[in-house]
């Protein structure tokens, strides 16, 4: 059985809160876009095996969100069998698109499907939630608010395809922690989902990535990647999640050549497809 886990981007990205559990309180706008990875499993009498193929992973194997997904499930559905998982990689990894989430929770939809365990969309939210705060969001897959860690999602109507999409990732590794130890908490926000119910041309000057201003301290490379998206023509770009991947929203088709000589990958989404 094969499944395409897709990537996310966030549109806007708020730190309301300090959580008492460590954690913090977000608010943002999950939006899933059409750029895949590809996973593979299929019943093993060879025991388990997971092989890998495409970017390159780094990590111990039980790191892998693919590996714990079935772990667990297999603790309380011991009948699943032994597997073999191939795992494609074409999101970048540490990029802020949630590939790794994504490979997660779909492998546990898949694990769902294939062997017939009749567990509920909202119990493997809960299933994914244990894998991480934003790996909920792969499940039902769909445009929406999110709050608390990640999880407590608003179902929105919002349809970015008529619109063309520039992703650059520079290949930069962003710290996690540093983006939260230099964060600012914000005060009386307006919720990320009534901003994106405005025109798109309202976004610049109110969707808000909080993590941009610590971010771009460290790696200004970043920032000169956005202002270049927006001298091109952009009318909304942002960073999504903590960095490091960049991206503009067009109102057509994406321009061309706009950073020459760089070793950037960049990827385009046009009419709804993405192109490498």
């Given at each position: 059985?094969?499944?395409?886990?897709n990537?996310?981007?966030?549109?806007?990205?708020?730190?309301?809160?300090?959580?008492?559990?460590?954690?913090?309180?977000?608010?943002?706008?999950?939006y899933?876009i059409?750029?895949?990875?590809i996973?593979?499993?299929?019943?093993?009498?060879d025991?388990?095996?997971?092989t890998f193929?495409g970017?390159?992973?780094?990590?111990?194997?039980t790191?892998n969100?693919?590996?714990k997904?079935y772990?667990l499930l297999k603790?309380?559905?011991?009948?699943?069998?032994?597997?073999k998982?191939?795992?494609h990689?074409n999101?970048?990894?540490?990029a802020?698109?949630?590939?790794?989430?994504s490979d997660?929770?779909?492998?546990?939809?898949?694990?769902?499907?294939?062997?017939?365990?009749g567990i509920?969309?909202?119990?493997?939210e809960?299933y994914?939630?244990?894998?991480?705060?934003?790996?909920?969001f792969?499940?039902?897959?769909?445009a929406?608010g999110a709050?608390?860690?990640?999880?407590v999602?608003?179902?929105?109507?919002l349809d970015l395809?008529?619109?063309?999409?520039?992703?650059?990732?520079?290949?930069l590794?962003?710290?996690?922690a540093a983006?939260?130890?230099?964060?600012?908490?914000a005060?009386n926000?307006?919720?990320c989902?009534?901003?994106?119910?405005?025109?798109?041309?309202?976004?610049?000057?109110?969707?808000?990535?909080?993590?941009?201003?610590?971010?771009?301290?460290?790696?200004?490379?970043?920032?000169?990647?956005k202002?270049?998206?927006?001298?091109?023509g952009?009318?909304?770009?942002?960073?999504?999640?903590?960095g490091?991947?960049?991206?503009?929203?067009?109102?057509?088709?994406?321009?061309?050549?706009?950073?020459?000589?760089?070793?950037f990958?960049?990827?385009k989404?046009?009419?709804?497809k993405?192109?490498?």
């Amino acid at each position: 059985m094969v499944v395409f886990p897709n990537a996310k981007i966030n549109l806007g990205l708020r730190v309301v809160a300090k959580r008492s559990d460590g954690y913090h309180d977000l608010d943002t706008v999950f939006y899933p876009i059409p750029f895949y990875d590809i996973l593979e499993v299929i019943q093993s009498n060879d025991g388990f095996e997971f092989t890998f193929s495409g970017k390159e992973i780094k990590g111990e194997l039980t790191a892998n969100l693919c590996f714990k997904a079935y772990q667990l499930l297999k603790n309380d559905f011991p009948t699943i069998p032994q597997i073999k998982i191939h795992l494609h990689k074409n999101i970048p990894m540490g990029a802020g698109l949630g590939g790794g989430s994504s490979d997660g929770a779909f492998m546990l939809k898949l694990l769902n499907e294939k062997f017939q365990l009749g567990i509920s969309d909202h119990s493997l939210e809960q299933y994914a939630l244990q894998l991480g705060s934003d790996c909920p969001f792969f499940i039902s897959n769909k445009a929406c608010g999110a709050k608390g860690r990640g999880e407590v999602f608003e179902s929105i109507e919002l349809d970015l395809t008529n619109k063309s999409f520039l992703l650059i990732n520079p290949g930069l590794h962003v710290s996690t922690a540093a983006a939260f130890s230099n964060i600012n908490i914000a005060n009386n926000v307006t919720p990320c989902t009534s901003i994106v119910k405005q025109p798109i041309n309202t976004w610049k000057e109110t969707l808000i990535n909080d993590f941009e201003q610590s971010v771009f301290e460290i790696h200004p490379l970043l920032k000169e990647i956005k202002e270049k998206l927006y001298a091109a023509g952009a009318i909304y770009a942002s960073m999504t999640g903590t960095g490091s991947s960049i991206y503009g929203i067009f109102e057509e088709s994406v321009p061309e050549n706009i950073f020459p000589g760089n070793s950037f990958e960049i990827i385009k989404i046009i009419n709804g497809k993405a192109i490498i």
